[in-house]
């Protein structure tokens, strides 16, 4: 499945999509103190919303005259497609680059390195002998 292009979002707007994922729908009253200091207005907030509601980012339910508002894009799907950007953008779409970078820059050890290694290995499933091979018998001897 082909990755999205979602339009760029400023600061302020992703931190407002951050609250919105970490806390779920909420009321702009409950995501402005959710916000770091300094925090925006609450009318700020107010056109924060309105604007990623525009882009895309953001649906709401209304009550009367207020709305709960949520986020329409998942937060596993804008972090694939920023850093697809990032490598993109600045390390020629190489991941391999893009940690030789953050490992100098970070300074890290070899037991550093080396987890970082374990994480990005693929896992294979614990799968008995007899579920990957038709020729052998229940017990993982050939047939």
């Known amino acids: 499945m082909p990755d999205p292009t ?3 979002l400023t600061r302020a707007e992703e931190q407002v999509m951050q609250v919105l ?3 779920g729908p909420a009321f702009v009253k409950d995501v402005v103190p959710a916000l770091p200091e300094p925090r925006p207005a609450v009318t700020t907030v107010s056109t924060i919303i309105r604007i990623l509601e525009q882009k895309g980012f953001v649906g709401h339910e209304a009550f009367g005259r207020t709305h709960r508002y949520h986020a ?3 937060r596993d799907e804008y972090r694939r497609f920023s850093l697809g950007k990032l490598l993109g953008g600045y390390f ?6 893009l940690v030789s970078f953050f490992a100098q820059e970070e300074n890290l050890d070899a037991a550093q390195l080396e987890e970082l ?3 990005a290995q693929p896992t294979t499933p614990n799968v008995p002998p007899d579920a990957t091979d038709p020729a052998s018998d229940h017990d993982g001897r050939p047939a």
């Open 6 to 8: 979602f339009p760029e």
């Open 21 to 23: 994922w970490q806390h």
């Open 72 to 74: 329409l894009v998942a």
């Open 92 to 97: 020629g779409g190489s991941f391999s680059r």
């Open 117 to 119: 290694l374990r994480h």
